[in-house]
T-cell receptor
Framework: DAGVIQSPRHEVTEMGQEVTLRCKPI?????LFWYRQTMMRGLELLIY????????DSGMPEDRFSAKMPNASFSTLKIQPSEPRDSAVYFC??????????FGDGTRLSIL | DQQVKQNSPSLSVQEGRISILNCDYT??????FLWYKKYPAEGPTFLIS?????DKNEDGRFTVFLNKSAKHLSLHIVPSQPGDSAVYFC?????????FGKGTKLTVNP
């Protein structure tokens, strides 16, 4: 069975541009999580969804960040406008019924 | 405020010996804990978990120990293999959410 799929794997863009990260969770999973990994802060939870509904977005750093899950097989994380301090690796993870989370391979984002 | 701390950024062991990775937590509401392994350019992969009502869980070469009174858990890998070289994260959970430590980089030397 396919794992969590994230795209793109790498993104390099200039400050001020809109960035969209995409995630396809494992089929049948009802929870989806977005994380950000940096050297300073480690792996931190940004937002998570249950059955496509956002449950907790307290980790979203600013209003420049938004996330959607229009259906059970797709989610996006948008940053608009992007800033250099947003540079990080962004991970998506999914799980079923509070089981261990399965992670995608991440998107390495660089904002110049 | 770091709820989950991995105080050793790195650990180096010889192949065949035991690797012990440590993790401390402050949140008494955690009711389960997990260990993940991460290779470069890949996402974290689930390794082993333990419920807060247990003090030990074993899966092959991997054993996790939980000391609730000390708010401490450890991962033992016996015997260590070069393929175990990776970054290991511990995480605590009290709901659907997980709180991760910053990781320990394990190097197993042949």
């Amino acid at each position: 069975d396919a794992g969590v799929i994230q795209s793109p794997r790498h993104e390099v863009t200039e400050m001020g541009q809109e960035v969209t990260l995409r995630c396809k969770p494992i089929s049948g999973h009802d929870y989806l999580f977005w994380y950000r990994q940096t050297m300073m802060r480690g792996l931190e939870l940004l937002i998570y969804f249950n059955n496509n509904v956002p449950i907790d977005d307290s980790g979203m750093p600013e209003d420049r960040f938004s996330a959607k899950m229009p259906n059970a097989s797709f989610s996006t994380l948008k940053i608009q406008p992007s800033e250099p301090r947003d540079s990080a690796v962004y991970f998506c993870a999914s799980t079923w019924d509070r089981g261990p989370q399965h992670f995608g391979d991440g998107t390495r984002l660089s904002i110049l | 405020d770091q709820q989950v701390k991995q105080n050793s950024p790195s650990l180096s062991v010889q192949e065949g010996r035991i690797s012990i990775l440590n993790c401390d937590y402050t949140n008494s509401m955690f009711d389960y804990f997990l260990w993940y392994k991460k290779y470069p350019a890949e996402g974290p992969t689930f390794l082993i978990s333990i419920s807060s009502i247990k003090d030990k869980n074993e899966d092959g070469r991997f054993t996790v120990f939980l000391n609730k009174s000390a708010k401490h858990l450890s991962l033992h890998i016996v015997p260590s293999q070069p393929g175990d070289s990776a970054v290991y994260f511990c995480a605590g959970g009290g709901s659907e959410k997980l709180v991760f430590g910053k990781g320990t980089k394990l190097t197993v030397n042949p």
